[in-house]
């Protein structure tokens, strides 16, 4: 059975830094993985998707990468800024059956 | 892309009181739609999900069923909610038969039973 952490489970850092958030999950053999985004009472926003074949994508200041034999996942976020401020889940898919979720990490911007 | 849409944002029920809780997607046609509970402290859970009209595939025993009626429409329901029930429920889709494609949610309906 799949399982994903997160670790940490909550981050706090000063506006400008660059940061990096892991993933990692159990099975290596997965179709793809992608990264959400959630503020505080709403639902899930995409921000990125990795197929199992690409090592990286990226979207402006975020950058994820994938290393499927280790199980691993980062995501990279350039020049933080207070709008950062959100829980980052990454989620893995594998063959037909739904997304598999991590529980989370909460980062913090600090002005 | 796809639009998802869940309503009612809020929703504060008595327990033992029934639920309905509908979800609709616009921009894609027959796709895979999923119902996840994400309840303080233990991340997203996976309730239902269905792979068409009248499929529906339960993650995990509770008293909640699904239903999918029309092609673009996911239902939520309950006889008799429990305090357990609680929680933020999440509507997702994604295409039919889509492994390689993103999993879009809607912004979700917040549940308290009191």
């Known amino acids: 059975k799949q399982e994903v952490t997160q670790i940490p489970a909550a981050l706090s850092v000063p506006e400008g830094e660059n940061l990096v958030l892991n993933c990692s999950f159990t099975d290596s053999a997965i179709y793809n993985l992608q990264w959400f985004r959630q503020d505080p009472g709403k639902g899930l926003t995409s921000l990125l998707l990795?197929?199992?074949?690409?090592r990286e994508q990226t979207s402006g200041r975020l950058n994820a990468s994938l290393d499927k034999s280790s199980g691993r996942s980062t995501l990279y976020i350039a020049a933080s800024q207070p709008g950062d401020s959100a829980t980052y889940l990454c989620?893995?898919?594998?063959?037909?059956?739904?997304?598999?979720f991590g529980k989370g990490t909460r980062l913090s911007v600090i002005a | 892309s796809q639009t998802i849409h869940q309503w009612p944002a809020t929703l504060v029920q008595p327990v033992g009181s029934p639920l309905s809780l509908e979800c609709t997607v616009e921009?894609?046609?027959?796709?895979?739609l999923y119902w996840y509970r994400q309840a303080a402290g233990r991340g997203l859970q996976l309730l239902f999900y269905s792979v068409g009209i009248g499929q529906i595939s339960s993650e995990v025993p509770q008293n909640l069923s699904a239903s999918r009626p029309q092609d673009r429409q996911f239902i939520l329901s309950s006889k008799k909610l429990l305090l357990s029930d609680s929680g933020f429920y999440l509507c997702?889709?994604?295409?039919?038969?889509?492994?390689?494609?993103?999993?879009?949610f809607g912004s979700g309906t917040q549940l308290s039973v009191l």
């Open positions: 921009g894609t046609s027959n796709p895979n």
């Open positions: 990795i197929q199992s074949s690409q």
């Open positions: 997702a889709s994604r295409p039919h038969g889509g492994l390689m494609e993103k999993l879009f």
């Open positions: 989620a893995v898919g594998s063959g037909n059956t739904p997304l598999v």
